[in-house]
């Protein structure tokens, strides 16, 4: 982390533009962003560190980067009741996705549910948690990584920005350009649901013709569909996958 290159708050607050990312908490090592952001704070209440020492990945599992290297973030939001919930993590991959192919240069594709790819390797990953009306969405992006600080034994092989281009980025303007795209995917889909973000999002489609794996059988993936589901051609039959983990084959 060079002396510039922190996610504390005189480095981001200017940055931020909206009204999400207010108020900004920021820890420079805590145990998860996830837990920094109590249930009494505004709809747009983001919580960031340098550092986490119990990040929390999906399906159980554990998110670890070495200190300064990564954006790890949580934000508190409030979507409306008939939302449904489980379509946040595209909303925020798309907006991780469309931040990341602006400051790179290079496409980047949204894997569902949750994931963001780039080369074919992950490069953030997003966990929405839903608590007592509200939902804290949480965003790992790997971002200035060597490749051996990067876990080797991931089911889908994983990458930073760094590891993919050979530049090392200073972390908060491209914090402030993820909230920014949040708030617009956001209000996009507050407004028409996962239609107002599906151009993006449906353009970015990782899995989208690749052969991959459902329940131990081989199929092809067909597309997210406008509910949110992910759905696969098995032997010429269409399904719906309605939640879970889809593996493909390189
Ligand atoms: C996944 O791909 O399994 C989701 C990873 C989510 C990691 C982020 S890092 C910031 C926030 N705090 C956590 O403990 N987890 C999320």
Known sequence: MTRDDSLAPEHVEPLLTGRLGRPYLYAESCDSTQELLGADLPEGALAACDEQTEGRGRLGRSWAAPPGTAILFSLLLRP????????LSLVAGTAVAEAVEEAMGLAVQVKWPNDVMLNRRKVA????????????????????????????????????LYTSDGIKRDRAPLLAAIVSRFEHNYDAWVE??????????????????RRIDVDGE???????????????????EQRAVESGEIAFER
């Open 80 to 87: 409306p009741p008939e939302q449904v919930v489980s379509e």
């Open 125 to 160: 990953g997003i966990l929405a948690e839903a608590a007592d009306g509200a939902v804290v969405v949480g965003v790992g992006l790997n971002v200035n990584q060597e490749r051996g600080d990067l876990p080797a034994d991931a089911k889908t092989a994983v990458a930073s």
């Open 192 to 209: 028409r649901g996962l239609d107002g973000v599906y151009d993006s999002l449906g353009s970015r489609d990782f899995l989208r013709g």
């Open 218 to 236: 081989s199929g092809v993936g067909v597309k997210i569909d406008r509910d949110g589901r992910f759905v696969v051609d098995v032997g010429g």
